[in-house]
């Protein structure tokens, strides 16, 4: 039941950081952050199987690691950006955060590139001539 310790690290940081947000901001946010990152820790170790467990299936269907590789990458980009986002939205940066989504999805455009040649390459190729 680990998503109830989560769920109750976070509650307890909202809660904390509402009480003091009213006499010192700054702690509040310093406190939303490291509740934010002791969560996304806590997950590091649930991801790295995720990803061994993908690589093994991919490895086992006779699919070129390389794209796989690629496409956990795009996810950790997405999953990066959008912690990076929030924590700016949090701070009430909202501008920053627009920023960070949109380099986010810049970012994946260009991870994704070989892959929409692959696949681009696929379909020419299935055309007749």
Known sequence: ???????????????LALVVKEQKPVFAFLLTVFAGVVIFIFLVGKISTIIGMLEELADNANINLVYVQTILKIIGIAYIAEFGAQIAKDAGQGAVASKIELAGKVL???????????IIETVIGLLPS
């Open 1 to 15: 039941m680990e998503i109830i310790q989560i769920v109750g690290l976070g509650l307890i940081a909202t809660f």
């Open 108 to 118: 994946i455009m260009i991870m994704a590139i070989p892959i929409i040649s692959v």
